[in-house]
């Protein structure tokens, strides 16, 4: 098998499922495990990703009014790698290279047929489907079924930590300008922490901040958007979270998510692991 993966979690399942050796080329998110670092890209944004959180937003929806894709797709690179099976999505035409993307490029003409595996993670019986059906296409499905039930046990071992006393009211944040609360999976990882997920302008107890691709770093330094909201100063809590590694990415690393989560509702009950690297308390 050559296997080519153009988004991150897809890239992820792979490597849980034992067959990383196989992969032979990426997308340019790629980067976990570091080892895929150094495989040929197969993409890249058509946007400046390193613009302000608004300015992305802006070119994101100019990007869909005019019908033209986030991504380009280098089908020279497909050619050459020649991929028995190319992993992508159709969840979000914004988050990661998508179907219609991968379509495109094949139509151009690439070399043998390559079969297309697409991932739709709406929710944590979506990433378990995700993981099935990545695993059925590589001919392993009993490995597959194997991940998930090591993972679901994983999360309900952690959030079996969670405290017996009145459920916190949490907010998550997926993006700051504008304002756009975390869907998906993300509101089953806080009930599973034994929280109430809310919006951020309905008063929660705790506010966690983990945009769409940003790191601790890139989110600390646009807290502005969020800090000149009248909702910010009355927050008992808040904290930011590498949202590219660990809240966007619906693959086996969920299971960290939850701990993540864990951590930052239950400071004094559940060991800080993640804190740091992956989470940092602000307010």
């Known amino acids: 098998m050559r296997i080519v993966s153009l988004i991150s979690s897809a890239t992820e399942i792979v490597d849980a ?65 020649e991929p028995t099976h190319i992993l992508t999505q159709i969840q979000c035409e914004v988050c990661a290279v998508s179907l219609r993307d991968v379509e495109a490029a094949l139509s151009r003409g690439i070399p043998g047929h390559p079969e297309v595996v697409s991932l739709q993670p709406d929710s944590l019986a979506g990433i378990w489907d ?12 009993e490995r597959g079924e194997d991940l998930i039930r090591q993972l679901q ?90 949202g590219n590694r660990y809240f966007n990415r619906p693959g086996p690393r969920v299971v960290e998510t939850l701990a993540i989560v864990m951590e930052m509702l239950y400071p004094q009950q559940v060991a800080p692991r993640h804190r740091g690297h992956a989470w940092r308390a602000i307010i």
């Open 17 to 81: 499922l034992r067959q990383i050796d196989n992969l032979v080329g990426r997308s340019h998110e790629c980067d976990y495990p570091e080892r895929v670092k150094a495989l040929p890209v197969c993409t890249r944004p058509r946007i400046r990703v390193d613009a302000d959180s608004r300015e992305i937003d802006r070119q994101v929806r100019e990007s869909i009014r005019t019908s033209i894709s986030v991504y380009d797709v280098f089908e020279d690179v497909l050619s050459r790698l």
């Open 153 to 242: 046990q994983r999360m309900q071992t952690i959030a079996a930590q969670a405290p017996a006393h009145p459920p916190l009211r949490v907010a998550c944040l997926e993006w700051m300008e504008p304002l756009m609360d975390a869907g998906y999976w993300i509101p089953e990882l806080i009930e599973m922490a034994g929280a109430v997920p809310v919006h951020f302008n309905s008063a929660p107890d705790v506010l966690i901040v983990a945009p769409c691709g940003f790191d601790l770093a890139r989110t600390e330094r646009e807290l502005y958007w969020l800090e000149r909201r009248p909702e910010w100063r009355s927050l008992p809590r808040a904290c930011i979270a590498d």
């Open 130 to 141: 995700d993981i099935r059906r990545v695993a059925h296409a590589l001919g392993i499905s």
